[in-house]
């Protein structure tokens, strides 16, 4: 917890520095076996739905 100010100093470094999350993406055909991806510990990264798709 903290001001704006300081909880901006966590993506300008990131910024600076070129460091990133690696993801998968998950479009809305594939959402069922993402979370079964997930109960399964088989997710290397995190993964990001992708709300435009069905």
Not at 11 to 20: I, K, M, Q, S, T
Not at 24 to 50: P, Q, W
């Amino acid at each position: 917890m903290g001001e704006i100010r300081q909880t901006q100093e966590i993506p300008d470094f990131c910024a600076a520095h070129n460091l990133g999350a690696e993801v998968e993406v998950a479009d809305g055909a594939h959402i069922n076996e993402a979370f079964d991806r997930v109960l399964a510990s088989d997710v290397r990264f995190r993964f990001v739905l992708d709300a435009t798709t069905r």
